[in-house]
Nanobody, 124 residues
């Protein structure tokens, strides 16, 4: 199993940047993909970005392409979400997720392990 802990959320003005981090612990010896999802108030949770074990393959929601970057540091079992040019529509609770599967990495059902999330608020 994997345990995930996010950090880095906060309040930022529109146009600003934030960097989220997620540290994995537990059964980290096996290859696992990681992703970020988010849930805005009154909305369903949605996919944001994912990265495979090697870090070579990344996937993004259309709404964040060109603004967000997902990175991972396997030596530290950490995945990052660098968020630039933030918009009020990016306000949400952001969740880190992990899976030992290698396909369907944009789907919530693929992920068995979730963090508690970190709040991001973008003011206009």
């Amino acid at each position: 199993q994997l345990q995930l802990v996010e950090s880095g959320g906060g309040l930022v003005q529109a146009g600003g940047s934030l960097r989220l981090s997620c540290v994995a612990s537990g059964r980290t010896s096996d290859n696992f993909a990681m992703a970020w999802f988010r849930q805005a108030p009154g909305k369903e949770r949605e996919f944001v970005a994912a990265v495979n074990w090697s870090g070579f393959n990344t996937y993004y929601a259309d709404s964040v392409k060109g603004r967000f970057t997902i990175l991972r540091d396997n030596a530290e079992n950490t995945v990052f979400l660098e968020m630039n040019t933030l918009e009020p529509e990016d306000t949400a609770h952001y969740y880190c997720a992990a899976t030992y599967y290698k396909v369907f990495l944009t789907r919530q059902g693929t992920y068995a392990y979730w963090g508690q999330g970190t709040r991001v608020t973008v003011s206009s």
